[in-house]
């Protein structure tokens, strides 16, 4: 299989770096039968398509690209005749929420971290129960953070539940006084049922200490600023407790079987844990396994990953790609996991284990046997290598 990363990337380049050392990480724990080509590419769509067009004529699968723009070329390419997981998301068509999956190639699985899905998900979270409700949802000016205010209302309003959206104004990092105390106001007036935060933790603290505690929160990942190691010495955020959000094991759950099973990321002494890399870490990792159960020709599959838990279709009919991420709550300060009903709304994965057309023998839950089950450091790679 060839892994297409854009390594040769100014902007990038940290980002590729991420992901494959979290690919060979998973590669090293479960390598029998498997080749990997390391294809480095640029940002640019000429040379992604490039890689890409040199992988299908040479190799069995492709993991990659990396790049929305680049995942969008080759979508439109013409050229996916081999199985390919893309480690992002296709650009929407304007006005849309999500991609129609009988417009992409039935050859191409989308499995990027997505704070657009984060949000749908969310959505249907705190919408679990609800009769009637209505969301107030808050976002800055940041393209992710109007990304993912969209996608909560358009999946609010698909639960039949009603939502208002509002955009706060940013200078030098704090948010808009004015805004705040009209955001306020509207809140002891009107009573929403929740507010949807499109914010990061500090403007979300920013938010809490103007408006109050009454009023439930829930947000994404981006209001977890720390790795999951570096909470051990963080400073609390008690502004936050009970403010829900969501997301990766890899973030949340030392103890979670996969997230024990691969070394984390090597730093340098006096380096910090980027959390972003950090995910795109997990996502390296996840994608080898989701790689490895697709070469291996499984249809239906599940994977209990440091993403979330997969549930994947390929090569049967519709292609079909979920992450179901971790619900959490912010406790003392920190951010800890939350189980069982408080997050039914996150719960379709039980029932999707459940189904009659999901076959027990493709449910891979456990990881490949190995001793020891966690090394002690990043392992030796041995892999063939080009470059676009």
């Avoid at 299989?1 to 902007?11: E, G, I, K, T």
């Avoid at 929740?194 to 209001?223: H, I, W």
């Avoid at 159960?293 to 249809?299: K, L, T, V």
Wanted: proline share 5%.
């Amino acid at each position: 299989m060839a892994l297409l990363l854009p390594l040769d990337s100014a902007a990038l380049g940290r980002a590729a770096d991420a992901v494959r050392d979290g690919f060979m990480a998973a590669y090293e724990r479960d390598k029998d039968g498997v080749v990997v080509t390391l294809i480095e590419t640029d940002d640019s769509v000429q040379q992604t398509l490039s890689g890409y067009k040199d992988a299908v004529g040479n190799q069995d699968l492709v993991v990659g690209p990396l790049s929305r723009s680049g995942v969008s070329a080759i979508a439109q390419s013409g050229a996916v005749r081999i199985p390919t997981i893309a480690l992002n998301q296709v650009d929407t068509p304007a006005g849309a929420d999500t991609m129609a999956p009988a417009a992409l190639p039935s050859n191409l699985l989308m499995m990027g971290l997505s704070l657009d899905d984060e949000a749908r998900q969310v959505a249907n979270w705190a919408g679990a129960g609800q009769t009637d409700s209505r969301a107030f949802i808050v976002s800055a000016n940041a393209a992710w953070q109007r990304r993912a205010a969209k996608a909560f209302g358009a999946q609010w309003q698909r639960l039949g539940l009603r939502a208002q959206s509002m955009e706060l104004g940013v200078t030098g990092g704090f948010l808009s006084g004015d805004g705040l105390d009209q955001l306020k106001m509207r809140i002891q007036n009107e009573k929403p049922a929740l507010l949807f935060v499109a914010l990061d933790a500090e403007q979300t603290r920013q938010l809490r200490e103007a408006v109050g505690q009454d009023v439930v929160m829930y947000g994404t990942s981006q209001l977890n600023p720390y790795a999951l190691p570096d909470w051990n010495t963080a400073a609390p955020m008690p502004q936050l407790d009970q403010v829900r959000l969501l997301d990766l094991p890899w973030q949340l759950q030392a103890d979670h079987g996969a997230v024990m099973a691969y070394p984390r990321s090597t730093l340098a002494a006096d380096q910090r844990r980027s959390v972003d890399l950090e995910r795109l870490y997990a996502l390296g990792i996840d994608a080898y396994r989701v790689a490895r159960e697709i070469a291996a020709r499984h249809a239906h599959f599940e994977i209990d990953g440091v993403t979330g838990k997969l549930l994947v279709d390929f090569g049967a009919g519709a292609t079909r790609f979920e992450r179901i991420e971790q619900a959490a709550i912010y406790q003392d300060g920190v951010v800890v996991p939350v189980f069982a009903a408080e997050s039914k709304g996150c719960a379709r994965w039980a029932g999707w284990r459940a189904s009659a057309s999901f076959p027990a023998s493709r449910r891979r839950s456990r990881l490949p046997s190995r001793s020891p089950a966690r090394p002690a450091k990043m392992p030796h790679w041995h892999i063939c290598c080009s470059t676009a």
